[in-house]
Nanobody, 120 residues
C-alpha cells in the first residue's frame, strides 16, 4: 500500500503565502514524478505543477508561473509547493499526485486533498 499525506492548506489573504507538503510512504520503490493538482467548485481538476525526481525539471500551469515553486525533499519521497502572491482564484482543493513504482509495478496515486482558501 502507498499513502500520500498532504499538509499545509488553510486560509490566507490575497497576496499572502502558503506552503503545501506531500509525503509518500508505504511500499514505494521509486518515484518517477510528483505533482500538485487543484479543483475549484464547479471546475475540472487541473495540473498546477509537477516535478520529475530524476532532475528532469518542473512544469507549471501558466496561471501560477512566477508565483508557485515546486520542489522535492532530500529523500525524494516528499514534494513541496511554495505558493506566493496568492489570488482569490487560487482557491481550490489541492491534491498531491505521484507516479511511482511498487513491487507490483508502476501506478498512480492521489492524496486526500487539502483546502486552500484565498480571501480578497
Amino acid at each position: 500500500q502507498v499513502q500520500l499525506v498532504e499538509s499545509g492548506g488553510g486560509l490566507v489573504q490575497a497576496g499572502g503565502s502558503l506552503t503545501l507538503s506531500c509525503a509518500a510512504s508505504g511500499s514505494v520503490l521509486r518515484i518517477v514524478r510528483m505533482g500538485w493538482y487543484r479543483q475549484a467548485p464547479g471546475k475540472q481538476r487541473e495540473l498546477v505543477a509537477s516535478l520529475f525526481t530524476n532532475g528532469g525539471g518542473a512544469n507549471y500551469a501558466d496561471s501560477v508561473k512566477g508565483r508557485f515553486t515546486i520542489s522535492s525533499g532530500n529523500d525524494k519521497n516528499t514534494v513541496y509547493l511554495q505558493m506566493d502572491s496568492l489570488k482569490p482564484e487560487d482557491t481550490a482543493v489541492y491534491y498531491c499526485n505521484a507516479h511511482l513504482y511498487t513491487y507490483v509495478g508502476p501506478d498512480e496515486y492521489w492524496g486526500q486533498g487539502t483546502q486552500v482558501t484565498v480571501s480578497s
